[in-house]
């Protein structure tokens, strides 16, 4: 486990393993999971090689608590894409890193109170995938919402992108739990 002060990043890994760690090389693209949770903390989940999968996410999780600066949540950005492909996926365990991280059982019960955006980060770009949470079927990407910003981008661009999608999906996420929680209610009652 890493521990960082002066950034509250969190790293946990699981032991090193011959079958399971991976020398990184240069890639066409990485992809990333960062959750964000009711605080505005970010959880980051990198990617990696997968027999079963082609790619997934890798047992490796980085948070940053919040409040931090632009300059510190572009920084943690980096450090989750700079984890992709230093180990495989363990294809060999059917839970999700993110379930393992929550204590939840099933990935729409895991990623409930979670709002998922996906980057990915190529040689020119990086795309930016904000998702929408459907109580029933978990993250839903939103392809008409996808932003792209240059690679290298300017300082504060990522961060003006990630902040947006925190501001926009975040609270929607909320209020479109409260109505699903409202509507279950009323059929609980309907049936009584």
Avoid: W
């Amino acid at each position: 486990m890493f521990f960082s002060i002066k950034y509250d990043i969190i790293c946990l890994t699981a032991l090193p393993n011959s079958k399971t760690d991976v020398i990184t090389t240069e890639r066409e693209f990485y992809t990333i999971s960062v959750y964000v949770d009711k605080d505005e903390n970010l959880i980051g989940i990198p990617c990696g090689e997968s027999e079963q999968y082609g790619i997934a996410d890798i047992d490796t999780v980085l948070v940053l608590k919040a409040p931090y600066t632009e300059e510190q949540a572009e920084q943690f950005i980096e450090q989750v894409f700079d984890a992709c492909y230093t180990k495989k996926h363990n294809d060999a365990n059917p839970v999700s890193t993110i379930e393992r991280y929550t204590k939840k059982k099933g990935f729409v019960a895991a990623t409930s109170e979670l709002t998922l955006i996906s980057l990915v980060k190529t040689k020119n770009t990086y795309s930016i995938m904000p998702t929408f949470n459907d109580y029933e079927k978990g993250p839903l990407c939103i392809d008409d919402d996808e932003r792209t910003l240059a690679n290298p981008y300017k300082p504060g661009e990522m961060f003006e992108q990630i902040n947006d999608i925190i501001m926009v999906y975040l609270k929607a996420n909320a209020f479109y739990k409260e109505i699903a929680m409202a509507e279950e209610n009323k059929k609980t009652k309907e049936n009584r």
